[in-house]
């Protein structure tokens, strides 16, 4: 069963796909995928020219659910 992100609308996740991580669009290519090209050095023009079913807003979605991942707090509890 695909779900969707309440927010990022471009990104769906589902068990059968990519062990239930967050894909683009139900392709199978996830966010994080895309996150670590860029993070490699490739430019979102060198993404796009390499998977032309890609567009913008997927990459700034990955980017953006990266961010949200990443606000986790550590706390410690003593």
């Not at 309440?6 to 994080?32: H, N, Q, S, V, Y």
């Not at 430019?43 to 606000?71: G, K």
Request: hydrophobic fraction near 40%.
């Amino acid at each position: 069963m695909e779900r969707t992100h309440p927010k990022l609308d471009r990104l769906t996740f589902d068990p059968e796909k990519c062990a239930g991580k967050a894909c683009i669009r139900g392709m199978r290519i996830t966010a994080e995928s895309l996150v670590r090209y860029l993070a490699a050095g490739m430019t979102t023009a060198e993404i796009l020219a390499e998977w032309p079913d890609l567009e913008e807003e997927d990459i700034r979605q990955s980017l953006q659910y990266a961010a949200w991942l990443a606000s986790d707090r550590v706390l410690d509890v003593a």
